[in-house]
């Protein structure tokens, strides 16, 4: 019988601990794309659950719009992707590290490869929080990254090291994906592929955390992980319900976190 | 036979590639710790050598020195460690990036993360140059390092990944680590333990490159690697001789850089 990871538990804890703080959170977008629109209006309503103020800048100069945000905003999200030739990242240098509620800044992802205080991408500590909110032991494990995205893969493996895991990440060029995915104790599947890792890249009993969010025809949502690997999984976050509602409870605790750092 | 993969004659190719601009370094240093003196001496003299200005700065304020570091200093490299409670890490963020040649501010591992432009910390650069100077392939292998450090470690990650590596991090709390390591088609050892990586952690024919440079009771150097692999390895790196020169090499080659890109 596998466990479910389910994530909804944490992610009312989480917000349960942040209402009562006034905060103001910006969410830049530069992108009409439909998933984007989608991520940017679950964040709005989470946002107002909370009671924190929202606001939603659409934009054609990111770069611009970044350098103009008022004092009175206390975190920032830069919805991707950023069209053009400009990495995202670099946009994201215009992002003040105190406000940067995503980690999307590369100062703060450096700081967290560092060990040094940073907001780290929120997916990113939505897995490690869901782990631990399930009593899943990392320190000395063997931990599989499958996907080397800057906002997920790179800052989930510093965060997986800085707990004493052994860490791998693998990736669309990695050979024989499954002898590699096998080793692992914990599976991170962050590939952005659905159905990408089926039982054949799990090992029996192993936990695997499904990151994957790719919309499907119908207007459902998948994750990278096969349902059939439930079968063969210790423990399996589900999708949706698992990584997704801890990324959000964390983007908002963050601004919280923010705005009363602001405040001193 | 094992190869041995040479720094020497690469570390002549980069150093021929740097003179005739001129270019100012200034080594940063609060300890007063033998090897930190012995660092700093052997940049000094290779500075010299290819007529690059060296000025070593002894502080106890580091963060003031950084600040009042003159705009006629092209690099600017801060020797550790940092006595004191504060991480080396926090102070190097007082390096403007353009002249952090060590690749030491936390803001220049973001950037090298998120695959932006940035000065890798020598070391880590230094391990790739030597893979690629010997023609060993990196795409789609199986790269272990040996040690999570923020200066060899974390950034070595990073690169590798770049390259389309599998890369994995181990370290202190890995258990079993011979059985983890025997996994590598490129093993690195930057653990900075004199003879962890014996010829039981090493596949027959793997690629070994040796990062570590332990003291000796006499005076002299040795690596990570027990010298045993040789006979197990099917290209090792020595120590000295190996990653050393490269490093010292693009530490100047990146001083060159950053003296030219300041002159635009």
């Known amino acids: 019988m596998t466990i479910s990871l389910s994530g909804t538990a944490l992610a009312a804890a989480i917000r349960a601990g942040i209402t009562g703080t006034p905060a103001r959170l910006a969410i830049v977008t530069a992108t009409t794309d439909e998933a984007t629109a989608w991520y940017?209006?679950?964040?709005?309503?989470?946002?107002?659950?909370?009671?924190?103020?929202?606001?939603?800048?659409?934009?054609?100069?990111?770069?611009?719009?970044?350098?103009?945000?008022?004092?009175?905003?206390?975190?920032?999200?830069?919805?991707?992707?950023?069209?053009?030739?400009?990495?995202?990242?670099?946009?994201?240098?215009?992002?003040?590290?105190?406000?940067?509620?995503?980690?999307?800044?590369?100062?703060?992802?450096?700081?967290?490869?560092?060990?040094?205080?940073?907001?780290?991408?929120?997916?990113?500590?939505?897995?490690?929080?869901?782990?631990?909110?399930?009593?899943?032991?990392?320190?000395?494990?063997?931990?599989?990254?499958?996907?080397?995205?800057?906002?997920?893969?790179?800052?989930?493996?510093?965060?997986?090291?800085?707990?004493?895991a052994t860490v791998t990440v693998a990736h669309s060029r990695t050979p024989d994906l499954a002898a590699v995915t096998r080793e692992a104790d914990i599976l991170i599947a962050a590939a952005g592929r659905a159905g990408l890792i089926g039982p054949d890249h799990v090992r029996p009993g192993a936990v695997v955390i499904d990151v994957g969010t790719n919309p499907t025809a119908d207007g459902g949502l998948v994750g990278d992980v096969d349902p059939a690997v439930a079968d063969r999984a210790g423990a399996l976050s589900p999708v949706p319900g698992g990584v997704g509602p801890v990324t959000t409870a964390l983007l908002l605790s963050h601004t919280v976190d923010a705005a009363r750092t602001a405040a001193h």
Chains 1, 2 share one sequence.
């Open 40 to 164: 940017v209006r679950s964040i709005s309503a989470a946002a107002a659950k909370v009671g924190i103020s929202c606001e939603v800048v659409e934009t054609k100069d990111v770069a611009g719009t970044l350098s103009e945000l008022g004092n009175d905003i206390h975190g920032i999200i830069l919805a991707t992707p950023v069209p053009g030739e400009v990495p995202a990242a670099e946009f994201a240098m215009g992002i003040p590290p105190t406000k940067d509620v995503d980690g999307a800044n590369p100062v703060s992802l450096g700081r967290l490869a560092a060990g040094l205080p940073a907001f780290a991408p929120a997916t990113a500590e939505a897995v490690v929080r869901l782990l631990e909110h399930h009593h899943i032991e990392i320190a000395g494990r063997r931990a599989m990254i499958v996907g080397r995205s800057t906002v997920v893969g790179k800052p989930l493996a510093h965060l997986l090291l800085n707990r004493h």
